[in-house]
């Protein structure tokens, strides 16, 4: 079947920019995760979705991030008034709940001019 | 809360050579082990996993890992590398209960296999 999807693969964005990145995870995954891969950082955990809701948000940076996800499928996170610092790839996970292993999209390569 | 080191940031081989990477973890709750593949402009790949019982585990390629809890370590290991090797590894680990099993990385290790 389809694997995890994520739109777009690149953003190119001004700084101070808002921009929304978009993940599919794969059907019937209630668990989502969004992490980000960045030079100095590694891969850093940022939210957690159990079904619509988000029981763990530690991850996210600053409130300038946010994520929301409907229908217990699609995911968007949104990082509002882009900096510099935020240039990273963002990824997304998806698994059934409780699950060990996780199942990652391409990656969206997030590059704020 | 837990934490991953991977010990070597680069670690350069020549072809057919064996290799390891090292890996150790804290955490205060027990937890899964993982190590993934990331090969050069591509994304993340599951090689292996430790979840319980034999804690030598086989992975994809050749790669396996001991998972030792008294040194907290699951270090890689390949006993011949290939040029098609060369990539980043990470390890990572999560915890093994409830429904949160966000992944807790190291830094990775960039693999360079040379012919």
């Known amino acids: 079947g389809a694997g995890v999807s994520q739109s777009p693969s690149n953003k190119v964005t001004e700084k101070g920019k808002d921009v929304e990145l978009r993940c599919d995870p794969i059907?019937?995954?209630?668990?989502l995760y969004w992490y980000r891969q960045s030079l100095g950082q590694g891969l850093e955990f940022l939210i957690y979705?159990?079904?619509?809701?988000?029981?763990?948000k530690s991850g996210l940076p600053s409130d300038r991030f946010s994520a929301e996800r409907t229908g217990g499928s699609v995911s968007t996170l949104t990082i509002q008034r882009t900096q510099q610092e935020d240039s990273a790839v963002y990824l997304c996970?998806?698994?059934?709940?409780?699950?060990?292993?996780?199942?990652f999209g391409p990656g969206t390569r997030l590059t704020v001019l | 809360a837990q934490s991953v080191t991977q010990l070597d940031s680069q670690v350069p081989v020549f072809e057919e050579a064996p290799v390891e990477l090292r890996c150790n973890y804290s955490s205060s709750v027990s937890v899964y082990l993982f190590w993934y593949v990331q090969y050069p402009n591509q994304g993340l790949q599951l090689l292996l996993k430790y979840l319980s019982g034999s804690t030598l585990v086989k992975g994809i390629n050749g790669f396996e890992a001991e998972f030792n809890k008294s040194q907290t370590s699951f270090h890689l290991r390949k006993p011949s590398v290939h040029i098609s090797d060369t990539a980043e590894y990470f390890c990572?680990?999560?915890?093994?209960?409830?429904?949160?099993?966000?992944?807790?990385w190291g830094l990775g290790t960039s693999l360079a296999v040379h012919p």
């Open positions: 990572a680990v999560s915890a093994n209960a409830g429904n949160n099993r966000k992944l807790i």
């Open positions: 996970a998806s698994t059934r709940l409780a699950a060990d292993t996780q199942y």
């Open positions: 979705f159990q079904g619509n809701s988000a029981p763990d």
């Open positions: 059907s019937g995954h209630t668990a």
